[in-house]
C-alpha cells in the first residue's frame, strides 16, 4: 500500500453518464494530482513534483472508485471462507474503494456489539472504505425490529436481511417507517419461500433435465409485488437487491414511474449467464436467485439500457471448497465476483454495445452512491481520492488460485475477460497495481 503524493500522468477521464438520460458525456485526457487522500488538482498537464509516485496512464481510463453495495464480507465465525482483510484486498483488486457489507454474518449483524466489533474489524484491517449494513430484524427471523436508531447513530449506512426474505409485511412496514424517520435505506432480498420452497435452480426444462427442484420466477416477483404494496401505503425507501426475472422489472419499472421511492439493482452473473449455462451440476453456478433463462436474461440488459435500473451490485458471497463440492441441491447458493465484476460487464454491456463505458461507470459508481446516499463520486479537485485505472485493451485470464479472495466459488474461473483494472487508489493510496 504506497500513501504519499500521486501524480497519474495523462490518462482518460471517464465521467459516469447515467443510462437513458441525455446528452452523452465524453472522455478527456489530463492528469490528476492527489495528495492528503484528496484530488488537488487536474489538469491537461501537471509537473511532476520530486516527492510523488507516478502512474504512467497513457491511454488508460481514470474513473471514480467503484463501488459494490452488496458484498458479503463473512469473517467472525466464518473467517475462513473470507475476512475483511482478503475480502477488501479483492475488491481492490477489482477497482472497488467502496463496499456495503451484508449483515448475515455468522452471528448477524443486528446488535449494536456485533456492529460495533465489524466496525473495529474494518478500522483494523480493511484496505478500502467499508460500510457496514445493520439487519433489519433480530437473528434476521423476520420477528422483531432491531433497535435500528441505536445502529445507525454508531454507522449503519442501510439495513438489510438479505439472505432471507422480510416475510411478514407488518414488520417490513414498521421497518421502512423506521428507516424512513432515520434517513436510511432498506434492501431487500425479493423472495417468498413457499414459493421457492428447495429448489436449487431456475424453474424450466433445465432443471427437468438435470432432475433438480426449480425456483419459480414468481418466488420473486410475487414479493417485490407485495413490498412495492408496502411502500406506497407508508412510504419509505426501499431496495431490491440481485433482482433477476423479467416480471420482477415491470414491476420496479411500474413504482418508479408512479414516485415511489424504489430502488433496484442486477449482478454481473444475472446478465451475462442462464440456466442453460449449468452443466455437470457444477456447484460454481449455483446463486440465489437463480440464474434465469436466456429471456429473462435479456430483459435484464435491456432494463439496464432503459435505466431502470440504479445499480449493477456483485452480491459477491464466499464458500469454502467443502462446501461446494457437495451435490449441487445441498451446496450453498452463492459465487464470488469482486474481482471479475467489472470486466465481466464490460464484456457483455460495452463491448456488445448496449450500453457506453460512462453508462457503465454510473451503474457502478454514481448510481450506487445514490441508493445508499453517499455523495457523488465525481472526479474533481477536493473529491475524497477514490480511483480506478483501467486498461481497456488487456485482455486477461482470471484464476482463482492468483487471486485475492480466500474462496474460488466463481464460474469464471479460467475464462478470458476484456478490460482490466490495472491500478485501484482509495482514500489517497495506491492499494491495488497491476503490471502497467
Given at each position: 500500500m504506497t500513501?504519499?503524493?500521486i501524480l497519474l500522468r495523462r490518462g482518460l477521464i471517464v465521467p459516469p453518464h447515467q443510462p437513458g438520460k441525455g446528452t452523452k458525456k465524453e472522455f478527456h485526457r489530463a492528469d490528476v494530482r492527489i495528495a492528503d487522500g484528496v484530488i488537488k488538482e487536474i489538469s491537461e498537464e501537471l509537473a511532476e513534483a520530486s516527492d510523488e509516485t507516478v502512474i504512467e496512464a497513457n491511454d488508460l481510463w481514470i474513473t471514480p472508485g467503484l463501488i459494490d453495495i452488496h458484498t458479503h464480507l463473512r469473517d467472525l465465525n466464518q473467517a475462513g471462507k473470507e475476512t475483511i482483510e482478503s475480502g477488501t484486498r479483492a475488491a481492490a483488486a477489482g477497482g472497488f474503494t467502496t463496499v456495503v457489507s451484508m449483515a448475515n454474518t455468522d452471528p448477524p449483524t443486528d446488535t449494536p456489539r456485533i456492529f460495533s466489533i465489524i466496525k473495529d474489524?474494518?478500522?483494523?484491517?480493511a484496505c478500502i472504505r467499508v460500510l457496514p449494513l445493520a439487519a433489519v430484524t433480530l437473528g434476521l427471523k423476520g420477528e422483531q425490529l432491531t433497535e435500528m436508531a441505536q445502529l445507525a447513530e454508531l454507522g449503519a449506512i442501510a439495513f438489510s436481511d438479505d439472505g432471507m426474505p422480510l416475510h411478514n409485511l407488518a414488520v417490513m412496514a414498521r421497518?421502512?417507517?423506521?428507516?424512513?424517520?432515520?434517513?436510511?435505506?432498506?434492501?431487500?432480498?425479493?423472495?417468498?419461500?413457499?414459493?421457492?420452497?428447495k429448489g436449487c435452480m431456475h424453474d424450466s426444462q433445465y432443471a427437468t433435465k438435470l432432475g433438480l427442484e426449480g425456483i419459480p420466477s414468481v418466488s420473486e416477483s410475487a414479493c417485490v409485488a407485495?413490498?412495492?404494496?408496502?411502500?406506497r401505503a407508508v412510504g419509505g425507501r426501499l431496495h431490491f437487491a440481485h433482482v433477476s426475472t423479467c416480471e420482477a422489472i415491470q414491476l420496479i419499472k411500474r413504482a418508479k414511474e408512479d414516485?415511489?421511492?424504489?430502488?433496484a439493482e442486477v449482478s454481473p452473473?444475472?446478465?451475462?449467464?442462464?440456466?442453460?449455462?449449468?452443466?455437470?451440476?457444477?456447484?460454481?453456478?449455483?446463486?440465489?436467485p437463480p440464474l434465469r433463462s436466456k429471456r429473462d436474461q435479456n430483459q435484464l440488459v435491456e432494463?439496464?439500457?432503459?435505466?431502470?435500473?440504479?445499480?449493477?451490485?456483485?452480491?459477491?458471497a464466499p464458500h469454502t471448497k467443502q462446501e461446494k463440492a457437495q451435490a449441487f441441491a445441498s451446496a450453498p447458493f452463492g459465487i464470488i465476483g469482486l474481482e471479475t465484476a467489472f470486466s465481466v460487464v464490460y464484456q457483455r454491456l460495452v463491448k456488445e454495445e448496449h450500453l457506453t463505458i460512462n453508462e457503465l461507470i454510473y451503474l457502478l459508481t454514481s448510481g450506487p452512491a445514490s441508493v445508499i446516499g453517499l455523495p457523488d463520486p465525481a472526479l474533481v479537485a477536493g473529491s475524497r481520492a477514490d480511483i480506478a485505472v483501467i486498461d481497456p485493451k488487456r485482455d486477461w485470464t482470471y484464476q482463482t488460485t492468483k487471486g485475492f479472495s480466500k474462496s474460488s466459488n466463481s464460474p469464471y474461473d479460467g475464462v478470458m475477460l476484456s478490460a482490466k483494472v490495472v491500478a485501484t487508489i482509495a482514500n489517497g493510496k495506491i492499494v491495488y497495481q497491476d503490471r502497467l
Open positions: 500513501t504519499g503524493k474489524k474494518i478500522e483494523e484491517t421497518g421502512l417507517q423506521f428507516a424512513k424517520l432515520l434517513n436510511k435505506t432498506i434492501i431487500s432480498h425479493p423472495e417468498d419461500h413457499a414459493l421457492s420452497k407485495r413490498e412495492i404494496e408496502v411502500v414516485g415511489l421511492s424504489v430502488t452473473h444475472h446478465i451475462t449467464l442462464a440456466d442453460e449455462d449449468i452443466r455437470d451440476f457444477d456447484t460454481r453456478f449455483k446463486m440465489n432494463a439496464l439500457k432503459e435505466g431502470i435500473f440504479d445499480a449493477i451490485a456483485t452480491d459477491h
